[in-house]
């Protein structure tokens, strides 16, 4: 079976050139990058939690925003938080569209969840990045703030669509 791909490369001109050739003409998106500071919080009570690093980068291409982001909580947490794992402080608000959240990639080290696989969130509806463990058979399940314990780590990368600059 063939596959072929089109991945897209930039000549610096009013075009872009795939890789098999095709010239698509058209205004080139304007591309702008930078840092945030991402917090942590609880879905129900937000709690209090301390972080020795809270770093990350972001990437805008049109209305498309790349986060990523590396969270490792403080060697002790006052912590108090319920309901599910957040991040917040995101550079751009999630754009409220007929797509319900975009998803994007996780891990994590000392963080305790329960399911096979764990995806990231950026939920437009209160502008947040939230964390879901998968199981089978298409269950999700929120990651519990309660599952966060002093020098865990936590690191994700979400694209997301924003509202029009």
């Not at 937000?46 to 790349?66: E, K, P």
Request: glycine fraction near 12%; charge should be negative; avoid cysteine.
């Amino acid at each position: 079976m063939e596959r072929r791909f089109s991945l897209l490369r930039h000549d610096h001109s009013q075009r872009i050139t795939t890789v098999d050739g095709t010239v698509v003409e058209g205004s080139v998106a304007r591309q702008w990058r930078g840092s945030w500071t991402p917090a942590v919080r609880g879905s129900g009570t937000a709690g209090t939690y301390q972080l020795d690093i809270a770093t990350g980068q972001w990437t805008r291409t049109g209305n498309l925003v790349m986060v990523n982001a590396r969270i490792i909580f403080a060697g002790a947490i006052t912590g108090g938080g319920t309901g599910g794992l957040q991040v917040t402080g995101l550079p751009f608000a999630p754009r409220s569209t007929e797509v319900v959240n975009w998803h994007g990639t996780a891990y994590t080290n000392g963080i305790d969840w329960t399911g096979t696989a764990l995806t990231a969130v950026a939920n437009y509806a209160n502008s947040v990045i939230a964390f879901y463990a998968l199981n089978d058979n298409g269950t999700a399940v929120e990651v519990p703030i309660s599952g966060v314990a002093a020098g865990d780590d936590l690191q994700f990368t979400v694209t997301y669509e924003a509202p029009s600059v």
